[in-house]
């Protein structure tokens, strides 16, 4: 049955994300040249004088200097000016009209600041969602994560499954299902610390069995942290055990000090009076304090023993959400377990899961599942039991994170999605390379503007939006010299074998490659080219040939093209996302829909949610 629901923080208008994305769009038609380039072809395309009119001294003095700090510096300025100086109409400042090439460092700086979420305003805080979404229930759970992932998963898992509890109470449902799960980690947390009943979809058996050995090791370190945690409250209860008898004594010799006569005391009084001038004071404190410990004991048992209670629930709800396999049976130290038949064991074992599963709540159920998820998938033929459930996906690969929204859509059993894509260079494009591809749903772009616009990334933009800008600003570069050896590789395999366009790549051939001639010998077998023609002579030619060169390319990639794309990577992430929430705010059945900074972007860079919910009418 449907039931009134609380308001919803402000949604950015149809018409507000549209005009968002085209204003975003129409800059990066201008600057995806740069984005688009690739540090291998520098030496053979010429990039520095392709795409940049300034020398590279010019460019580094107004980035701050090279490096991590200059880059820092810069942005800074940026982001302090972008709203008071730039607007819409600046482009011919940015870029040469005629040659297209970049003519002003800083007008370009103020430009991408200019184009992010955060200036357009066309995301929710975090805060503003949860506050709306929690009402007068303000409950948290407290379980420190880190006990059992690493701190960038902690921060991850912590703050979204907190968010997904409160649109799942929002939307009265408790089954989640969760899109691209991987080893479980959102998973197993929404319904250890939640009791939601969670189904993980990941298509690769060996995550699902990763899932599945990762809850097997939560078991043991839930028991380690369970017993961390009944160590700490003894000792809490024995501490205000201790502290209470001097506390105590403090109160009976403060009220034997008062005057005992009081001419409307009961009988009880003047008893206490008159065998107060027989007893010394210090043996009431004594009597009062005695007194006081063994109820303080008896409190104290009866407290522990509510506690231990508590403990034992909260390690059947861990073992619930353990496989079957997992769970180890103890038998009494008065059995002979080496005695005990196989089918005995096996009895026992399905005994004592069958009274702990009695114990337990039945939603607090987690089931990670092995299969490939597409637009068309039924999520029926997976999941049995299907029923009102909200979708989510935490860095959701590629094309994986628009699907997801898709199905959202068509599915009437989703009633909301929370979603946060990453790997952008995996996305399938509609208006690239149209002549190898057949597909027919494509991962960009959603929305119908684009769509008329033909509008195309390129995998290399969309690469460079997978760069962190605050990761960089903060001293995380790229190594130059595994960059420059690959450049000059490849004007080997262009100038000595002809060849332009591969299928194969190189990889991580540089640290496992003792010197440059090394590189190149592993390299050309990997690409299946035929070193032997070519002498060890010949190869160090070419690398004393541009040994001198690569300044150059230090200078174009790390301190010029590379900073100028990761400055520009905000503004092509902004131009996914966009396409996404403009694709939901095309629908007709969705109530609220918006983009909501989730994470520290320096912990994990992919850190904005797509969000939806559809409306009541549809529940």
Same mark, same amino acid.
């Given at each position: 049955m449907s039931r009134p629901r609380r308001a919803l923080p402000p949604q950015v208008a149809p018409a507000a994300a549209a005009?968002?994305?085209?204003?975003?769009?129409?800059?990066?038609?201008?600057?995806?040249?740069?984005?688009?380039?690739?540090?291998?072809?520098?030496?053979?395309? %010429?990039?520095?004088?392709?795409?940049?009119? @300034?020398?590279?001294? $010019?460019?580094?003095?107004?980035? %701050? %200097?090279?490096?991590?700090? %200059? #880059?820092?510096?810069?942005?800074?300025? $940026?982001?302090?000016? =972008?709203?008071?100086?730039?607007?819409?109409?600046?482009?011919?400042?940015?870029?040469?009209?005629?040659?297209?090439?970049?003519?002003?460092?800083?007008?370009?700086? @103020?430009? $991408?600041?200019?184009?992010?979420?955060?200036?357009?305003?066309?995301?929710?805080?975090?805060?503003?969602?949860?506050?709306?979404?929690?009402?007068?229930?303000?409950?948290?759970?407290?379980?420190?994560?880190?006990?059992?992932?690493?701190?960038?998963?902690?921060?991850?898992?912590?703050v979204m499954s907190e968010l997904i509890d409160n649109i799942a109470n929002y939307c009265g449902i408790k089954q989640v299902i969760d899109i691209g799960s991987g080893k479980g980690y959102l998973s197993s947390f929404l319904s250890m610390c939640y009791n939601l009943k969670v189904y993980g979809i990941d298509s690769s058996n060996t995550n699902t069995d990763g899932a599945r050995e990762r809850n097997r090791k939560l078991k043991k370190h839930w028991r380690a942290y369970q017993s961390r945690a009944r160590a700490n409250l003894k000792s809490q209860r024995l501490e205000e055990v201790n502290d209470r008898p001097v506390q105590n004594e403090v109160k009976c010799k403060a009220s034997i000090n008062e005057n005992p006569v009081n001419n409307n005391s009961s009988l009880q009084s003047q008893d206490q009076v008159t065998t107060q001038g027989l007893v010394p004071s210090d043996v009431f404190t004594e009597i009062a304090t005695s007194e006081t410990n063994k109820q303080t004991e008896i409190n104290l048992m009866a407290q522990t023993q509510s506690d231990e209670s508590k403990l034992s629930e909260n390690? @059947?709800?861990? #073992?619930?959400?353990?496989?079957?396999?997992?769970?180890?049976?103890?038998?009494?130290?008065?059995?002979?377990?080496?005695?005990?038949?196989?089918?005995?064991?096996?009895?026992?074992?399905? =005994?004592?899961?069958?009274?702990?599963?009695?114990?337990?709540?039945?939603?607090n159920l987690y089931f990670p599942l092995t299969s490939y998820i597409t637009a068309e998938t039924e999520l029926s033929d997976i999941i049995t039991d299907l029923e009102d459930s909200i979708m989510v996906g935490l860095h959701t690969c590629g094309d994986l994170a628009p699907n997801t929204l898709r199905i959202f859509i068509a599915k009437p059993e989703i009633k909301a999605v929370c979603s946060v894509g990453c790997c952008y260079h995996l996305l399938s494009e509609q208006y690239e390379n149209q002549e190898d591809c057949t597909e027919e749903v494509w991962g960009f772009p959603m929305c119908q503007y684009l769509k008329d616009e033909g509008w195309c990334c390129g995998r290399n933009a969309r690469m460079s939006a997978c760069l962190a800008l605050e990761r960089v600003a903060v001293g995380q570069m790229l190594p130059t010299e595994s960059l420059f050896y690959r450049a000059v590789l490849q004007v080997i395999i262009e100038e000595i074998y002809g060849v332009t366009k591969s299928d194969r790549h190189v990889g991580k051939m540089f640290s496992k490659s003792a010197s440059f001639l090394d590189y190149v010998r592993k390299s050309l077998k990997k690409l299946e080219l035929d070193d032997s023609k070519l002498p060890d002579s010949c190869i160090m030619d070419y690398y004393e040939k541009y040994k001198h060169r690569m300044n150059e390319l230090e200078a174009f990639n790390m301190h010029l093209i590379f900073q100028l794309k990761v400055v520009l990577a905000p503004c092509i992430e902004v131009l996914i996302l966009l396409d996404r929430l403009c694709y939901l705010k095309e629908q007709d059945n969705i109530a609220w829909s918006g983009l909501v900074k989730l994470f520290d972007p320096v912990k994990s860079p992919r850190c904005y949610a797509v969000i939806a919910l559809k409306k009541q009418s549809c529940f």
């Open positions: 005009a968002g994305l085209r204003r975003v769009a129409r800059f990066l038609a201008r600057a995806l040249p740069l984005c688009r380039a690739h540090a291998v072809e520098f030496y053979t395309r %010429g990039l520095w004088d392709q795409l940049v009119a @300034l020398r590279p001294e $010019a460019v580094l003095e107004v980035l %701050g %200097g090279p490096g991590p700090l %200059g #880059l820092q510096r810069s942005l800074a300025e $940026a982001a302090g000016a =972008a709203a008071a100086q730039w607007d819409d109409c600046r482009f011919s400042s940015v870029f040469c009209e005629n040659s297209k090439k970049l003519i002003n460092v800083h007008a370009f700086a @103020l430009a $991408a600041k200019y184009y992010s979420l955060s200036n357009l305003g066309l995301y929710t805080s975090l805060e503003e969602i949860l506050e709306a979404l929690r009402g007068e229930h303000q409950e948290r759970n407290d379980i420190e994560t880190d006990e059992f992932m690493n701190n960038k998963k902690s921060h991850e898992v912590r390690v @059947l709800a861990i #073992l619930n959400v353990l496989p079957p396999d997992a769970v180890e049976v103890f038998a009494s130290s008065q059995c002979d377990c080496g005695e005990l038949c196989e089918e005995e064991k096996a009895q026992r074992k399905m =005994a004592s899961l069958k009274a702990k599963a009695s114990k337990s709540s039945e939603s």
